[in-house]
């Protein structure tokens, strides 16, 4: 009976452990190697041969369940990958929007405000030539008949 319970913790031990380390749950795998172990002493009693078959058997089928959970790790590392560049590109899709409606708004602001500059110009230049107008009209009233 002794080597039934170091059998039954050992092999149970073994697949906490591997199952564990291939990221699967420990304690589900340890728990199916203890009854795969008192199923088979049930069915053949005081026979500790067919434990090792029954455990390599559990063992293949972790193997397989540690395939399919690595497949599936993977999918969804590929998918959320997927969905990170996805983001990005809608971020940076968002800050040249934003960017393009910042430098609309710098364009219309500059041509605001070289429409006033030209409008300051072109007042100037009336008022240069109204001066130049009443100057001439001045000289002429000043030359006019009498002298």
Same mark, same amino acid.
């Given at each position: 009976?002794?080597?039934?319970?170091?059998?039954?913790? /050992?092999?149970?031990? #073994?697949?906490?452990?591997?199952?564990?380390?291939?990221?699967? /749950?420990?304690? +589900?795998?340890?728990?199916?190697?203890?009854?795969?172990? =008192? /199923?088979?002493?049930? !069915?053949? &009693?005081?026979?500790? =041969?067919?434990? !090792? &078959?029954?455990?390599?058997?559990?063992? #293949?089928?972790?193997?397989?369940?540690? !395939? %399919?959970? %690595?497949?599936?790790? $993977?999918?969804?590392? $590929?998918?959320?990958? %997927?969905?990170? !560049?996805? @983001?990005?590109?809608?971020?940076?899709?968002?800050?040249?929007? $934003?960017?393009?409606? *910042? *430098?609309?708004?710098?364009?219309?602001?500059?041509?605001?405000?070289?429409?006033?500059?030209?409008?300051? +110009? @072109?007042?100037?230049?009336?008022?240069?030539?109204?001066?130049?107008?009443?100057?001439?009209? @001045?000289?002429?009233?000043? +030359?006019? &008949?009498? *002298?």
């Amino acid at each position: 009976m002794l080597g039934l319970g170091g059998g039954l913790f /050992t092999f149970a031990a #073994l697949f906490y452990f591997a199952a564990d380390y291939e990221h699967l /749950t420990g304690w +589900k795998w340890a728990l199916a190697s203890v009854a795969v172990t =008192i /199923t088979v002493n049930q !069915l053949f &009693p005081a026979s500790f =041969i067919f434990v !090792l &078959p029954a455990q390599f058997g559990l063992f #293949l089928v972790m193997w397989w369940a540690h !395939l %399919k959970n %690595k497949v599936q790790r $993977e999918a969804e590392l $590929e998918q959320r990958q %997927k969905d990170s !560049l996805r @983001e990005r590109q809608q971020r940076v899709s968002q800050a040249r929007e $934003e960017a393009a409606a *910042t *430098t609309d708004f710098d364009a219309q602001a500059r041509e605001r405000e070289a429409a006033a500059e030209a409008a300051a +110009k @072109e007042r100037q230049e009336r008022v240069r030539l109204a001066r130049e107008q009443r100057e001439r009209e @001045e000289r002429e009233m000043g +030359k006019g &008949p009498g *002298t």
